[in-house]
């Protein structure tokens, strides 16, 4: 008998690369292109490290309130995390409580399952259709709970927002989770539900539209009795989780409304430029509503493009998955990024 048999063994998500050398076009990992509201590096500047020596609030009050002031809605209704995937973990190990599977798309983000498999709940993934949409139906059935990231990742297409309101609605014996870390670019957020549903919990995320990523600041929206438990959850399994700076510069940067918008505008912007001239090289896409394209070449596979992509210094996101492996997730960067990005592809595909 060796230690090894306790051992709580995983298969872990892998996420993007964060590569170390420099000039390299990153369009891996759906960064934002642009920093930070300026108000961000200014408070840190000025930041007190001898305040370091204390413990954070273990409330999180100053940004809680910060997100509750921006979002109109009461700071009982608010929780924070060390990311949104801190919230989403503590949400499945709160929520996720039943012998029944709980459902989600066989598309989607990878940390679903690997957080089911590591909290031992029992999952479900079910195929989306053809053309990656969600067939609302197949979550009108008995099940555990349900996690629905709209706009989905990492295919980038929005769901209808009264089928969604369905699936909520249909389901309220068990809580329906949905991840919106992409709803800022043109999304619809399904947050004014949570007074009229109390089985949602909507997560949002600092890391894209924000410009925050390794700031690690992500929160959610429920009613105050599903806040609680998830708070309950939360301090049963460390009370600090979010540090100082993160507090103070995740609520300055939501406290400049005019920035975030002029950031968003500018994504956006770029990525409808790039759409048609992706056309033009011969990918193909759905309607994606994110900070990303999710595009497969009619001819060139999606492997090939891959590694020449990166020995031009251009890293792009792709996965060996059943369905999805011709395909190529690609960041919306800065114009001067997807300039190059588009003179590349003109290069590898000889067009
Ligand atoms: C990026 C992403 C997250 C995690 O974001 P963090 O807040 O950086 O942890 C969660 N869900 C989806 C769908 C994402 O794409």
Known sequence: MSWEENVRK??????????????????????????????????LKEMD???????????????????ADFYKVDKSKVFVGVGSDDVLAMAFLTFFNSDKPVLFPDITYSFYDVWAKLFGIPFEQLPLKDDFTIEPSDYYRENGGIVIANPNAPTGIEMDANALEEIIKRNSDVVVIVDEAYVDFGGKSVLPLIDKYDNLLVV????????????????????????????????????????????ELGA????????????????????????????????????????????????????????ALRERGIIVRRWDAPRISEYLRISIGTDEEMDKLIAALKEILER
Do not use: W
Request: charged share 30%.
């Open 204 to 247: 949002q995320t600092f890391s894209k539209s924000r410009s925050m990523a390794g700031m690690r600041i992500g929160y959610a929206f429920g009613c105050e009795k599903l806040i609680k438990y998830l708070s309950d959850v939360k301090f049963s399994f460390n009370s600090y989780t979010m540090n100082k700076p993160s507090l």
């Open 49 to 67: 490290v001898d305040d370091f020596r204390k413990y954070p609030d273990p409330t999180c009050s100053r940004l809680v309130d910060a997100i």
């Open 252 to 307: 300055l940067a939501i406290e400049d409304e005019e920035y975030f918008n002029e950031t968003r505008d500018k994504i956006i912007a770029t990525r409808e430029r790039v759409k048609p001239l992706l056309k033009e090289l011969g990918f193909e896409f759905a309607d994606s509503k994110t900070n990303f394209i999710f595009a497969k070449h009619s001819e060139k596979s999606g492997k090939e493009i891959f590694t």
């Open 10 to 43: 995983v298969v872990p998500y892998t996420p993007g690369e964060q590569p170390k050398i420099k000039n390299i076009i990153k369009l891996n990992t759906n960064e934002n292109p642009y920093p930070p509201a300026p108000a961000v590096a200014a408070a």
